[in-house]
Nanobody
């Protein structure tokens, strides 16, 4: 059974940085495409960033590009999201997601594309 566990969320001030982590167990982490999504009350889950199994190919949503960095450590079975210059608009529950990947060039950016999900970690940015 594949389990994803996020950590690293919290309450920060605008302009601060955070690094989220997602530990994966019970699956073939190095074969998964991994992603971060976020969700606020009453809204659909929103794509943030994704990284392919080899860690080289990455894609970002426009709000994240230039401020967030997704990375992974296949030796530690862990996904990361470094978030810089945070603003109140980044307040959300952040989820990591995984799916088997058979391509190193195709980016999965829809929530329905992902098979495995974590429980989420709250990020709150005060102005």
């Amino acid at each position: 059974q594949v389990q994803l566990t996020e950590s690293g969320g919290g309450l920060v001030q605008a302009g601060d940085s955070l690094r989220l982590s997602c530990a994966v167990s019970g699956g073939a982490f190095s074969m998964y495409a991994m992603a971060w999504f976020r969700q606020t009350p009453g809204k659909e889950r929103e794509f943030v960033a994704t990284v392919q199994w080899n860690g080289n190919a990455k894609s970002y949503a426009d709000p994240a590009r230039g401020r967030f960095t997704i990375s992974r450590d296949n030796d530690k079975n862990t996904l990361y999201l470094r978030m810089d210059r945070l603003g109140p608009q980044d307040t959300a529950v952040y989820y990591c997601a995984a799916r088997p990947s058979y391509s190193s060039t195709y980016f999965y950016t829809r929530a329905v594309d992902y098979e495995f999900w974590g429980q989420g970690t709250q990020v709150t940015v005060s102005s």
